[in-house]
């Protein structure tokens, strides 16, 4: 999938993994600071140390999202008409042009035929080129 789309969830996969490398950094400091005596308060150093998981934390979660796969758009192709020839939506009962039946049936057991059947692969009554 090329497009707008993709080229977003790439950007935000990519500032996802520098917010990572940021916290991960942050939350290092922090610990490091809080394993050495310093004159630093030990509210400063956790805070810092928190903090940087908590953004390394929000990195992730933006990987996480530029990763998640979107809707998937599919092609529908559409059905030409038995009759006329007319290309009509997948799910249409009769052709927008000529009004026919999108369906072609057997008159006698309503098996759904092909288009070019000469008889019914259901009951084996020969196909009338009306139906």
């Given at each position: ?74 092609a ?16 249409s ?17 309503g ?21």
């Amino acid at each position: 999938m090329t497009g707008k789309g993709s080229s977003s969830k790439t950007a935000l996969r990519t500032v996802g993994c520098v917010v990572t490398v940021i916290g991960l950094v942050l939350a290092a400091v922090g610990i490091i600071l809080a394993a050495t005596n310093n004159d630093l308060s030990a509210g400063i150093k956790y805070g810092l140390a928190g903090a940087g998981i908590a953004v390394a934390f929000i990195g992730v979660i933006m990987i996480f999202v530029g990763n998640k796969k979107g809707a998937t758009v599919v092609a529908v192709k559409p059905v030409n008409c038995m009759n006329c020839g007319e290309p009509n939506p997948p799910d249409s009962k009769f052709c927008r042009k000529c009004g026919k039946p999108m369906v072609k049936k057997c008159v006698n057991c309503g098996a759904v035929l092909d288009a070019d059947a000469q008889f019914c692969n259901t009951c084996g009554v020969r196909v009338r080129n009306d139906s």
